[in-house]
């Protein structure tokens, strides 16, 4: 299992952006596909985007395509979420986790980091 902590959340305004990053653990990194979730409160936790293990493959909700991208650098064992033009609607906890292949069902993921809050202002 790889042990995930994220950061990079915090408050900003609508149409601003943030950069999350996961830090991940261990030298078996390069082995999992990667994932972001998020979850408001008393919301269930929905797939946000996921990257393959190479980097080479990519998935996003539609809400989420064109505004976010989803970015890994291996060496520096590290996945980032870029999050532009933010809107209210995206205010929630967003969580990194790790899976065997590029997925955006929650099922098919195992590793999960604490969360990090994002706080949309209008």
């Known amino acids: 299992q790889v042990q995930l902590v994220e950061s990079g959340g915090g408050l900003v305004q609508a149409g601003g952006s943030l950069r999350l990053s996961c830090a991940a653990s261990g030298r078996t990194f390069n082995r999992y596909a990667m994932g972001w979730f998020r979850q408001a409160p008393g919301k269930e936790r929905e797939f946000v985007a996921a990257?393959?293990?190479?980097?080479?493959?990519?998935y996003y909700a539609g809400s989420m395509k064109g505004r976010f991208t989803i970015s890994r650098d291996n060496a520096k064992n590290t996945v980032y979420l870029q999050m532009n033009s933010l809107k209210p609607e995206d205010a929630a906890v967003y969580y990194c986790t790790a899976g065997p292949r590029l997925s955006s069902s929650i099922t098919d993921f195992g590793s999960w980091g604490q969360g990090t809050q994002v706080t949309v202002s209008s």
């Open positions: 990257i393959s293990w190479s980097g080479d493959s990519t």
